[in-house]
């Protein structure tokens, strides 16, 4: 048997929890989760976290989706999770790469998120290039909060936060080192955003 090559796969995963700051944190997640169109993603739940899987562009759709389907419920939420692409023997809910590429979550209501995020471009030497051209890029696009150790400070409307996210993510694989993983944390109607 052949040993399995990194970056062969092009499914998109993305395994996050949700931290709903309330007693009724059970109505927060699963209400999200519900209110979200999935049809496009392999998703599974458990007791920890849930991950969804796919074609890139859906994977990000959903991803912002059960964020926002959270926040409207105005509790303080707290999202924290990681994307990855080319994972060796990443190959179970491929039948989700032949989706169509049409959005199904297309709520364009705006919501205030503060997060942070890390880039991972496994086994690329020129990884500290990579992320600063990332981060330079979240500059330019206007999302750019603060540098900190271990992360970068990303901020404003979820629409906006999340188009980065996915172009970043897009962007900081190349086809020689195609493993990727990203790390991201969010806060959410958190008393400390002074109303944005």
């Given amino acids: 048997m052949e040993p399995l090559q990194c ?13 709903p700051m309330t007693g009724d944190f059970i109505r927060v997640i ?36 059960i964020a926002l389907h959270a926040a409207k419920t105005g509790e303080h939420v707290a999202l924290s999770g990681t994307f990855s692409i080319g994972c060796p023997g990443d190959s179970a809910g491929d039948a989700f790469l032949d989706m169509p590429d049409e959005l199904l979550n297309t709520d364009k209501t705006k919501q205030y998120v503060s997060s942070q995020f890390a880039l991972y471009p496994m086994n690329n030497p020129d990884y500290m290039n990579i992320i600063y051209r990332e981060v330079d890029r979240a500059k330019k696009r206007g999302v750019f909060n603060e540098s900190m150790h271990y992360a970068s400070g990303i901020h404003g409307d979820i629409h906006d936060v999340f188009a980065f996210y996915e172009e970043a993510f897009s962007n900081a694989r190349t086809e020689e080192h195609r493993h990727l993983v990203m790390t991201v944390s969010m806060s959410i109607n958190s008393p400390s955003h002074g109303g944005k």
Wanted: proline letters at 2%; glycine letters at 8%.
């Fill in 7 to 19: 970056g062969t796969s092009p499914i998109v995963g993305f395994r996050f929890s949700l931290h």
């Fill in 30 to 65: 699963k209400g999200a989760l519900r209110e979200t169109d999935l049809s496009n993603v392999w998703t599974h739940s458990d007791d920890v976290s849930t991950v969804i899987r796919g074609k890139e562009i859906h994977v990000f759709n959903a991803a912002k989706a």
